[in-house]
Nanobody, 124 residues
Framework: QVQLVESGGGLVQAGGSLRLSCAASGRTFVNFIMAWFRQAPGKEREFVAHISRNGGSTEYADSVKGRFSISRDNVKEVLYLQMDSLKPEDTAVYYC?????????????????WGQGTQVTVSS
């Protein structure tokens, strides 16, 4: 497994922006498909975005499409999530996840390694 540590969460007003980071260690980062998930209180963990090994392919949940952007730096071994035009409904704990497989996935059970999460709170 790869070790993952998220950072960059915080409190922001609606319409604002945040950039989350996820630092990887322990295994070769470029070998993993990476993703962001989020979990709000009382709700199931939901898919936000994923990115291919070389960063050339991405997919987003409909709820964040056009507002969030996932990227990765395979030299620094860091995953990013740029979040713009934030809404109160984006409030959640955000997790990065790694998948050691050939194809991406949007279900949490398909990912092998998880970070501890970072809280994002959007006030109205």
């Amino acid at each position: 497994q790869v070790q993952l540590v998220e950072s960059g969460g915080g409190l922001v007003q609606a319409g604002g922006s945040l950039r989350l980071s996820c630092a990887a260690s322990g295994r070769t980062f470029v070998n993993f498909i990476m993703a962001w998930f989020r979990q709000a209180p009382g709700k199931e963990r939901e898919f936000v975005a994923h990115i291919s090994r070389n960063g050339g392919s991405t997919e987003y949940a409909d709820s964040v499409k056009g507002r969030f952007s996932i990227s990765r730096d395979n030299v620094k071994e860091v995953l990013y999530l740029q979040m713009d035009s934030l809404k109160p409904e984006d409030t959640a704990v955000y997790y990065c996840a790694a998948r050691a497989a050939l194809r991406p996935a949007t279900t949490a059970t398909a990912y092998n390694s998880w970070g501890q999460g970072t809280q994002v709170t959007v006030s109205s």
